[in-house]
């Protein structure tokens, strides 16, 4: 086995920049105060979040008071969804979503629709691309929200947001518009206020960030009902002590990202490109991803392979993919997004993501190509 790993799943999670990881282990050993003390280490630690707070809202064109810190993606989806809909049960009793959005988002709709709630899940085409004609007959005076996933953890299918918020605010303006823009931060420049966002979820360890630590951009004036109650931090938003070595990576992360943005867009979009040409050209497969979404994923399918063989064998490469969603490959089920988008069984069977980051190189892509033509006529199944 190579000793050096090849790392393409960093749409599940993302090495951490060099700059974080020394912020945090200064942070733990330093400023270890609790920021709600008032003496001065707390004071310090307090520093820190405002930092961080005023580092992500830049990043976003909006007011640090309208970022609220999280545990990650899946609570400020709980927190926007939950926290919206508990807030406002007298606006209205629909709601809108994709059929391809994570599961911590659709789950969350699941479970209004069997409290009562009328829950319309929009289609997609073979793209993935959201069905704007259906969503504009669907939103009504009753919608009280619409939820859709930014970039597509899976396919990585960008969804043309500002179209969706003038249909949904063009039926009815009072419908707030919820997006999961955790694997669109970091990459795509994108401004709530102008793309007309009221609720943005983010992640951190998807932009080389630490784990455990999220965000939850929430438009003023918008009302919440906090899904954590206690304390009162992040002003009574949610509560518990914050963890500020996260937070104040996040913040580091997110500028790094954010000063290398394009650079990385066209560097990642090289990597892509080669890995999908060398697929195409050597081996029976197609591409699933639609040919301009992000270039950070890649999704392909391997006619007669079985995608956990194909993850396996490259694993004892130690070359390091996915077969989807790092929330469900563990629960040996089809793919909702795929499924959703029409692709066929058999080559959801055999689909694997691969996913870029600033870290990879061009010489890994050519190692990766070449250890998959090497394995795939071995573990194809015969017809």
Same mark, same amino acid.
């Given at each position: 086995?190579?000793?050096?790993?090849?790392?393409?799943? *960093?749409?599940?999670?993302?090495?951490?920049?060099?700059?974080?990881?020394?912020?945090?282990?200064?942070?733990?050993?330093?400023?270890?105060?609790?920021?709600?003390?008032?003496?001065?280490?707390?004071?310090?630690? &307090?520093?820190?979040?405002?930092?961080?707070?005023?580092?992500? !809202?830049?990043?976003?064109?909006?007011?640090?008071?309208?970022?609220? @810190?999280?545990?990650?993606?899946?609570?400020?989806?709980?927190?926007?969804?939950?926290?919206?809909?508990?807030? *406002?049960?007298?606006?209205?009793?629909?709601?809108?979503?994709?059929?391809?959005?994570?599961?911590?988002?659709? &789950?969350?709709?699941?479970?209004?629709?069997?409290?009562?709630?009328?829950?319309?899940?929009?289609?997609?085409?073979?793209?993935?691309?959201?069905?704007?004609?259906?969503?504009?007959?669907? #939103? +009504?005076?009753?919608?009280?929200?619409?939820?859709?996933?930014?970039? *597509?953890?899976?396919?990585?299918?960008?969804?043309?947001?500002?179209?969706?918020?003038?249909?949904?605010?063009?039926?009815?303006?009072?419908?707030?518009?919820?997006?999961?823009?955790?694997?669109?931060?970091?990459?795509?420049?994108?401004?709530?206020?102008?793309?007309? #966002?009221?609720?943005?979820?983010?992640?951190?360890?998807?932009?080389? !960030?630490?784990?455990?630590?999220?965000?939850?951009?929430?438009?003023?004036? @918008?009302?919440?009902?906090?899904?954590?109650?206690?304390?009162?931090?992040?002003?009574?938003?949610?509560?518990?002590?914050?963890?500020?070595?996260?937070?104040?990576?996040?913040?580091?992360?997110?500028?790094?990202?954010?000063? *290398?943005?394009?650079?990385?867009?066209?560097?990642?979009?090289?990597?892509?490109?080669?890995?999908?040409?060398?697929?195409?050209?050597?081996?029976?497969? %197609?591409?699933?991803?639609?040919?301009? !979404? +992000?270039?950070? %994923?890649?999704?392909?399918?391997?006619?007669?392979?079985?995608?956990?063989?194909?993850?396996?064998?490259?694993?004892?490469?130690?070359?390091?993919?996915?077969?989807?969603?790092?929330?469900?490959?563990?629960?040996?089920?089809?793919?909702?997004?795929?499924?959703?988008?029409?692709?066929?069984?058999?080559?959801?069977?055999?689909?694997?993501?691969?996913?870029?980051?600033?870290?990879?190189?061009?010489?890994?892509?050519?190692?990766?190509?070449?250890?998959?033509?090497? %394995?795939?006529?071995?573990?194809?199944?015969?017809?």
């Amino acid at each position: 086995m190579r000793e050096k790993k090849i790392y393409f799943d *960093n749409s599940a999670t993302t090495r951490p920049y060099d700059k974080v990881i020394e912020d945090m282990v200064n942070v733990y050993a330093s400023n270890y105060g609790n920021p709600s003390s008032l003496h001065t280490m707390g004071i310090n630690s &307090e520093k820190l979040i405002k930092e961080a707070r005023r580092s992500i !809202g830049n990043e976003l064109g909006v007011k640090a008071s309208e970022v609220y @810190f999280t545990s990650g993606g899946t609570e400020s989806n709980s927190l926007a969804v939950e926290g919206y809909i508990n807030a *406002n049960l007298r606006k209205g009793n629909h709601l809108v979503t994709s059929k391809t959005e994570h599961p911590s988002v659709l &789950e969350i709709f699941k479970y209004y629709e069997n409290n009562g709630f009328t829950v319309d899940y929009i289609n997609v085409d073979h793209k993935g691309m959201v069905d704007l004609e259906e969503l504009d007959k669907k #939103i +009504s005076d009753k919608t009280l929200m619409a939820s859709i996933m930014m970039v *597509n953890n899976e396919t990585g299918t960008i969804q043309p947001i500002e179209k969706i918020s003038r249909i949904v605010k063009k039926n009815n303006r009072d419908t707030v518009l919820h997006v999961d823009a955790v694997q669109a931060f970091g990459k795509i420049r994108t401004n709530p206020g102008i793309s007309g #966002i009221d609720m943005m979820s983010l992640s951190s360890h998807k932009i080389h !960030g630490p784990k455990g630590t999220g965000a939850l951009f929430v438009k003023k004036g @918008f009302r919440l009902n906090p899904i954590l109650i206690g304390g009162g931090q992040e002003a009574s938003m949610r509560s518990g002590t914050e963890n500020v070595p996260g937070i104040s990576g996040f913040g580091i992360a997110a500028g790094i990202c954010f000063q *290398n943005i394009e650079d990385t867009w066209e560097k990642v979009s090289i990597l892509k490109g080669k890995l999908k040409n060398g697929l195409l050209e050597n081996l029976d497969c %197609i591409e699933i991803s639609p040919e301009h !979404g +992000s270039p950070y %994923i890649l999704n392909m399918a391997f006619e007669g392979v079985k995608a956990e063989v194909l993850l396996h064998h490259l694993a004892g490469e130690n070359i390091f993919v996915s077969t989807g969603s790092a929330c469900s490959s563990r629960k040996n089920i089809r793919s909702h997004v795929l499924s959703s988008m029409g692709t066929k069984n058999s080559y959801i069977d055999s689909a694997i993501r691969f996913s870029f980051s600033i870290f990879n190189e061009l010489e890994e892509v050519n190692i990766t190509l070449g250890a998959i033509k090497n %394995i795939v006529p071995k573990i194809k199944t015969k017809r």
